[in-house]
């Protein structure tokens, strides 16, 4: 073999091996790059919730937005109530422990749906008018029969603003009626004294959501099982409503909301 032929052979089989080896090579390196997850596939991607809680469903749910005024007035057609103030009020019932105003259970200032409406006059702008369920009333009631309470609400001549009132019902473990100084009803893990045992609700957690306006009458329905702060009872003793700016308002129609 002539050395000229040799070395051709010997640069062919280099060649060879060169290229070889690049087409081994390269797709190596593109199969190990598919094994690799895409960067937005991580575990903090993969897991979001596949449910939405659902709330459960209350008698309240019964109570719909009349389309006129906004405010909900079906509720008390659908469901039974116990009549604390209508004309008069109810037997059983008193309103000696209010404070700091004066009441009238006959006024015709603002009658709304019947002859009277009852006309609570502060002094200085703040005062509480306070129903009580008293000693060998006709009708208890206990919590778990109880849905809420509720009322129609005026200024009168004047305006409400919607933070202007606020309302309370309390209860007893005890008695099934008001007592002064019942010590029944404790909250777990209360580590303060001067707050309201019972919360206090301001109009505009009640879906009172602008200022009350003159010569109008709205419904106003407090929910208990929406009072989340407040502590476990058994017995519906009473209620008040209170202020802290303003001259009067007037109410008509106040009932307990209650199951059937």
Same mark, same amino acid.
């Given at each position: 073999? +002539?050395?000229?032929?040799?070395? =051709? ?10 290229? &070889?080896?690049?087409? *081994? ?6 199969? $190990? +790059? ?11 991607? #993969? ?26 007035? $079906? ?14 009020? #109810? ?15 006959? +006024? ?23 129903? =009580?369920?008293? *000693? ?18 005026? &200024? ?6 919607? !933070? ?34 019972? #919360?206090? =609700? ?22 208990? !099982? ?11 003793? &009473? ?18 909301? =209650?199951?059937?």
């Amino acid at each position: 073999m +002539s050395y000229a032929w040799h070395h =051709t052979l010997v640069w062919l089989a280099l060649v060879g091996m060169v290229a &070889g080896c690049g087409s *081994q090579t390269f797709p190596q390196s593109v199969a $190990s +790059s598919t094994t690799e997850p895409p960067p937005t596939v991580a575990a903090m991607f #993969s897991a979001w919730p596949t449910n939405t809680p659902v709330l459960e469903t209350s008698a309240r749910a019964t109570a719909v937005l009349d389309t006129a005024s906004g405010q909900p007035t $079906s509720a008390r057609t659908n469901l039974p109530e116990v009549v604390i103030y209508a004309d008069a009020l #109810s037997t059983g019932w008193a309103l000696d422990q209010s404070s700091k105003l004066t009441y009238d259970l006959q +006024s015709r200032d603002v009658v709304d749906q019947g002859r009277y409406v009852l006309k609570a006059t502060t002094k200085d702008g703040v005062g509480t008018l306070y129903f =009580t369920l008293q *000693q060998g009333a006709h009708t208890t009631f206990r919590r778990n029969k109880v849905l809420g309470l509720r009322f129609r609400l005026s &200024g009168g001549n004047s305006a409400i603003p919607n !933070d202007a009132i606020l309302v309370t019902v309390v209860g007893s473990n005890r008695q099934p009626y008001w007592v002064p100084n019942d010590t029944s009803v404790k909250l777990d893990g209360r580590v303060t004294t001067d707050e309201p045992l019972f #919360s206090e =609700t301001r109009l505009y957690f009640l879906n009172i959501n602008h200022t009350i306006q003159p010569k109008t009458w709205v419904d106003v329905f407090l929910w208990l !099982d929406d009072r989340q702060y407040d502590p476990n009872y058994t017995y519906v003793t &009473g209620f008040y409503l209170k202020t802290d700016h303003l001259d009067r308002f007037y109410l008509d129609n106040i009932a307990l909301i =209650t199951t059937r």
